[in-house]
């Protein structure tokens, strides 16, 4: 099955008429708000890959992170081409913009990346070099070669605050690390109690998203549930799945990407129930906002998403990991 697959390979501008307001920090496009009554349009549009599985410039193979810069140019780690592909908006082929020659260790090389952000202070992508336990800076103009700034991680995922520090993402240590720019060391924000379901532990973290307070959202893969650690907090919060689940909105069946608004509303990548669930601040409420009509390759469907990126409209953009594409949903304006 699928999703065998995916547990083995896991070792903020602002729209007045719907609410929608965005914060931009530095290096990554998020922080979006978002009115509870906006919709998406269902039937999402293809914007990168979709022709089948391969390493050809038009396609994909296993799509993990992504991100959308202001021009909705999609910056996608493309994990087992071990590659990080830039897609312009309403092109049919992408560009290789780091890795492509193989996996490896060396510096123009790649192994399994599975996230990548954009640092625009330096005009660079960070990327989380996975299987070469490292993270890796790559110039966003013509780069040939990355540099190594943190290494000995098992990263899966990162993000970057409004102060630039890095957050990554440790799957086998089930922890989130805070990084200053320029260190290796960093401290621990999230997890870091060994493995476990209690409300101080992790059990194979793998997304991670900070609001504007630096409350630090993770996907905690096998405990079923998203976890929300104050910044500070010895201990976090169940925000959504976990043991007290509600109901079938609620139930998460190992959640991967995750993005918060300046309210509070969750948007979880529900990976195994081919869907992405919201919740309200509290969890009062609950819905399927995108798919959830079984697993499938149609527009209205999905296949194990994983990550999720907003562009400066609130188009949600999902990475379709096993139909090896991404799709967009545009806001309703109906």
């Known amino acids: 099955m699928k999703h065998v697959k995916t547990i083995a390979r896991l070792k903020e501008f602002s729209i007045s008429t719907l609410g929608i307001r965005f914060f931009f920090s530095a290096p990554l496009l998020h922080d979006v708000e978002l009115n509870l009554s906006v919709k998406w349009v269902q039937n999402g549009v293809t914007v990168a890959g979709g022709n089948g599985c391969g390493r050809e410039i038009n396609q994909l193979n296993y799509p993990y992170g992504l991100c959308v810069d202001d021009d909705k140019t999609i910056y996608i780690a493309d994990r087992s081409n071990h590659r990080i592909v830039e ?19 060396r510096s123009d090389q790649l192994s399994d990346p599975t996230d990548v952000i954009i640092d625009r202070e330096r005009d660079s992508l960070i990327i989380c070099d ?26 899966l995922s990162l993000t970057m ?8 993402v440790d799957y086998d240590k089930h922890e989130v690390r805070r990084y200053q720019m320029g260190e290796n060391q960093g401290k621990v924000v999230a997890g870091g109690n060994g493995q476990g379901d209690r409300l101080d532990q992790l059990s194979n973290p793998t997304n991670v998203f900070v609001d504007r307070d630096h409350s630090v959202y993770v996907s905690d893969y096998n405990n079923k549930r998203v976890m929300k650690w104050m910044e500070g907090a010895k201990h976090g919060i169940v925000v959504a799945g976990g043991q007290d689940q509600k109901n079938s909105y609620t139930h998460l069946s190992n959640p991967l990407g995750v993005v918060v608004d300046h309210s509070g509303t969750i948007y979880v990548a529900d990976n195994r129930n081919h869907r992405i669930i ?23 469907q999905l296949s194990y998403p994983i990550s999720l990126s907003f562009d400066r409209e609130g188009n949600l ?7 090896n594409r991404v799709q967009k949903f545009d806001i309703d304006r109906s």
């Open 130 to 155: 996975s299987n070469n336990k490292r993270i890796v800076q790559w110039p966003r103009q013509n780069g040939t070669n990355g540099e190594t700034i943190i290494s000995n991680v098992e990263c």
């Open 161 to 168: 605050d409004d102060n630039g520090f890095l957050y990554i």
């Open 317 to 323: 953009y999902v990475s379709d990991n096993g139909n």
């Open 87 to 105: 897609w312009k908006c309403g092109t049919t082929t992408g560009r290789v913009v780091a890795g492509g020659n193989g996996q490896g260790n």
């Open 278 to 300: 919201l919740l309200s601040q509290g969890g009062t409420h609950a819905s399927v906002i995108l798919g959830g009509n079984n697993e499938g390759s149609q527009s209205n």
